[in-house]
């Protein structure tokens, strides 16, 4: 099912497990991603796309949530949601880039207003 969906590339980036002690390699990424064109984390997926799960997918989600509010600022926009495998369960966490979230604020502002 990973195969059909994503390979890894540049905007994605697969994690097997929550690093909650050591979190800095997957906030590295999170922080990439909103520094460059965006991307995605898959949690529960290993690098050659098998799909090993969760074991709390609710509860690894709102570590995710809290650790990327507390340790990166600005905030980067995100949305964490889960898939499921026929057996496994997959947080995916899309980033929209900060860069691109900008250039929309300032083409928005450029456009003339009516009167």
């Known amino acids: ?52 799960g969760l074991n709390d997918a609710q509860g690894d989600a709102q570590i995710i949530s809290r650790l990327i509010k507390e340790r990166i600022t600005p905030l980067p926009q995100f949305v964490l949601s889960a898939m499921k495998d026929v057996r496994h369960h997959i947080i995916i966490s899309p980033m929209e880039s900060w860069r691109r979230t ?3 604020e300032m083409r928005a502002s450029l456009l003339p207003t009516m009167c």
Do not use: C, H, R
Request: net charge negative; glycine share 6%; aromatic share 10%.
């Open 1 to 52: 099912m990973i195969e059909e969906l994503v390979a890894e590339v540049t905007e994605y980036d697969f994690k097997v497990a929550l690093e909650t002690k050591k979190p800095k390699s997957w906030l590295k990424s999170v922080s990439a991603y909103a520094n460059s064109i965006g991307g995605m984390l898959l949690f529960g997926v290993s690098d050659d796309k098998q799909v090993v």
């Open 102 to 104: 900008s250039e929309l």
